[in-house]
Nanobody, 115 residues
Framework: QVRLVESGGALVQPGGSLRLSCAAS????????MLWVRQAPGKGLERVAE????????TYSNSVLGRFTVSRDNAKNTLFLQMNNLNPDDTAMYYC????????RGQGTQVTVSS
């Protein structure tokens, strides 16, 4: 079955950087669009970034545009999210999602931005 395992979350100071990873298995990763979404405490899910199967079409939410970069390694079945210039509003649980906004997702990785 579909398995998505996120990692890389941590406590980081404002202005810092993190790189999240999502290891995928149980499906043909290279054939599927993937998304990163996040959920801040007390808030709903927010789409952060999405990337098509080949990695050639990428979109970002306005809140992360210019700071976050999504990428994928189809040979290693892995999705990435490079996050730079982090601020406290980026504090959330981050999930990778298969195909569509409400699709299968992993258990998440916690990112906390605080001084």
């Amino acid at each position: 079955q579909v398995r998505l395992v996120e990692s890389g979350g941590a406590l980081v100071q404002p202005g810092g950087s993190l790189r999240l990873s999502c290891a995928a298995s149980g499906f043909t990763f290279r054939s599927h669009r993937m998304l990163w979404v996040r959920q801040a405490p007390g808030k709903g899910l927010e789409r952060v970034a999405e990337i098509n199967s080949a990695g050639g079409t990428i979109t970002y939410s306005n809140s992360v545009l210019g700071r976050f970069t999504v990428s994928r390694d189809n040979a290693k079945n892995t999705l990435f999210l490079q996050m730079n210039n982090l601020n406290p509003d980026d504090t959330a649980m981050y999930y990778c999602v298969k195909d569509v906004f409400g699709g299968p997702r992993g258990q998440g990785t916690q990112v906390t931005v605080s001084s």
